[in-house]
T-cell receptor, first 112, second 111 residues
């Protein structure tokens, strides 16, 4: 079975541009999580969904960040406008029933 | 106060030795506990979870939980160079289904 799928794997963009990260959770999982990882701050939860509904977005750093989950098999994390301090690895993870989380390969974002 | 605390290391052990990784958490009502391994440039990979006080063994890995002391540990027996990675402790506080992650402990197994 395929695991969590993320795209793109790498993204290099210029400050001010819009960035969209994509995630396909494991089929049958009802929770989806977006994380950001940096050397300084470690792994931070940005937002999570249950059955496509956002449950907690308190980790979203600013209004520049938004996330959607239009159906059970797809979610996006959008940054508009992007800034250099947004450079990080963004992970999507999914779980069934809020138990063990399985991570995707991540998107390495570089904002110049 | 951070929700989950880990010694960042680095921790170095010789091949064949036991590596001991420790984690403390602040929320006494926490329900479930997880250990993830993350190789450099890769995503976190679940290796163990534990829900009840005591020990849980899986191959060379043993997770230990002491809820009274708010302490969870991971022991790796017969450490191998391939165990060299960062180990992340994660805690589900039980209020909602988010995890709180520690900052990770870097482990190096020296051949």
């Amino acid at each position: 079975d395929a695991g969590v799928i993320q795209s793109p794997r790498h993204e290099v963009t210029e400050m001010g541009q819009e960035v969209t990260l994509r995630c396909k959770p494991i089929s049958g999982h009802d929770y989806l999580f977006w994380y950001r990882q940096t050397m300084m701050r470690g792994l931070e939860l940005l937002i999570y969904f249950n059955n496509n509904v956002p449950i907690d977005d308190s980790g979203m750093p600013e209004d520049r960040f938004s996330a959607k989950m239009p159906n059970a098999s797809f979610s996006t994390l959008k940054i508009q406008p992007s800034e250099p301090r947004d450079s990080a690895v963004y992970f999507c993870a999914s779980s069934f029933g809020g138990n063990e989380q399985f991570f995707g390969p991540g998107t390495r974002l570089t904002v110049l | 106060q951070k929700e989950v605390e880990q010694n960042s290391g680095p921790l170095s052990v010789p091949e064949g030795a036991i590596a001991s990784l420790n984690c403390t958490y602040s929320d006494r009502g926490s329900q479930s506990f997880f250990w993830y391994r993350q190789y450099s440039g890769k995503s976190p990979e679940l290796i163990m979870f534990i829900y009840s006080n005591g020990d849980k063994e899986d191959g060379r890995f043993t997770a230990q939980l002491n809820k009274a002391s708010q302490y969870v540990s991971l022991l790796i027996r017969d450490s191998q160079p391939s165990d060299s990675a960062t180990y992340l402790c994660a805690v589900n506080p039980g209020t909602g289904n988010q995890f709180y992650f520690g900052t990770g402990t870097s482990l190096t197994v020296i051949p």
